[in-house]
Structure formats: C-alpha cells, structure tokens
C-alpha cells in the first residue's frame, strides 16, 4: 500500500523532533484531504491510535496488519485501486491547485511535477516520476 510507510517514517521523525517543519503542518487526519487524512479513512483507523501503535514499535508490515484488523481489512483490489488513485494524487484533479501551490512552497517552480509524488521525489533530491 503506496504511502503508508512513509507516513509511519513520518510519524517516527516527529516523534524523535527530527520531522521538517514543513511536513509537521501536513501531518495528521486533521486535514482530510491531506494525504495522511486520506490514508486514515482508507484504513478507518485514527491517526491518533496509528501514531501510539507505531510508536509502540514493529515493522511496517506489522503495523499494517494492525490498521486491517482495526479497522477492517482491505482486499487486493481495493488496494491496487487506492495505489493507482494516491500515485496520481495532484494530476487533473481537486487536488490540482493545491499540489501547485506546494511546488511554489518549496521553490521548484519550472519542474516537471504532476503528482503529489512527484513532488516528494523532487523535494527529497530523488529524479521525478520514476517507477515506484
């Protein structure tokens, strides 16, 4: 499930003061639309509960499993449905404005970027639109 881990990273980072302050704003289900909200309703497991049982410890695997027995698992195909839906996140879609308003944030204007992921990965020094 694309994202996932990188919001537990997220949530470990924060934990230890290390998070950049311009993700600390984004994280969370306080902002639904915000991926880590968006991520949350998938899962119908609070950030809240997600962030104590990452911070309690295990694998990523591990804490997934939890999610799914919290709050109900979710099939193959639900999940190859929300991974194609999350990768392009940002392209011809509501989240549009918001994604080009993140570009100017952090300053690569004039970049190829499509897709929140897109984003991260120019964000993070990583080339844009690789395979995942």
């Not at 993700?23 to 639309?33: E, I, Q, R, S, T």
């Not at 119908?44 to 997934?64: H, K, Q, S, Y």
């Not at 509501?94 to 994604?99: A, K, T």
């Not at 970027?113 to 844009?128: K, N, P, Q, W």
Request: hydrophobic fraction near 35%; charge should be negative; glycine fraction near 12%.
């Amino acid at each position: 499930m694309v994202y996932f881990g990188r919001m537990l990273d997220k949530i470990r980072l924060n934990s230890a003061g290390k998070l950049p302050a311009e993700y600390v704003a984004n994280l969370g289900d306080g902002h639904p639309k915000f991926l880590d909200g968006r991520s949350c309703h998938f899962l119908c497991v609070p950030f809240g509960e997600l962030v104590e049982r990452t911070l309690a410890g295990g694998t990523d695997d591990e804490i997934l499993d939890w999610a799914h027995e919290k709050g109900g698992p979710r099939s193959d195909e639900d999940c190859l449905i929300w991974n194609g839906y999350m990768t392009r996140l940002g392209w011809r879609d509501e989240s549009s404005v918001r994604l080009q308003q993140r570009v100017r944030e952090f300053g690569l204007d004039g970049r190829s970027i499509e897709t929140f992921f897109d984003l991260f990965d120019a964000d993070e020094g990583r080339s844009v639109g690789g395979l995942l």
